[in-house]
């Protein structure tokens, strides 16, 4: 069973940086995408960003020049690095897995999420 965990969040000013980790532990297999996804208090969660298992990206149209996904697989960890945040960035960040196993089941997984406030 796979389970996630986020860390990184925080408050910060406007213009600052956060680092976003999530550890995945449990059998992961190796065609997989994991992502970050968002969620403002009364808002529907939105990707992100997301990375496949061979390093293609795609990002919000929001994120995109501020925002950097990045997996290390060896270390089961997912990072998104945030620049140049804005208020409108405040929200609880999620870690998500996508999985393909070998019969072509496909499973999601959620972290439990981590908090992330930009303000002065």
């Known amino acids: 069973q796979v389970q996630l965990v986020e860390s990184g969040g925080g408050l910060v000013q406007p213009g600052g940086s956060l680092r976003l980790s999530c550890a995945a532990s449990?059998?992961?297999?190796?065609?997989?995408?994991m992502g970050w996804y968002c969620q403002a208090p009364g808002n529907e969660r939105e990707l992100v960003a997301t990375?496949?298992?061979?390093?293609?990206?795609n990002y919000l149209d929001s994120a995109k020049g501020r925002f950097t996904i990045s997996r290390d697989n060896a270390k089961k960890m997912v990072y998104l690095q945030m620049n140049a945040l804005k208020p409108e960035d405040t929200a609880v960040y999620y870690c998500?897995?996508?999985?393909?196993?070998?019969?072509?089941?496909?499973?999601?997984?959620w972290g439990q999420g981590t908090q992330v406030t930009v303000s002065s």
């Open positions: 998500n897995l996508r999985t393909m196993d070998v019969l072509g089941i496909s499973r999601n997984y």
């Open positions: 449990g059998i992961i297999f190796s065609f997989n995408i």
């Open positions: 990375i496949t298992s061979g390093g293609s990206t």
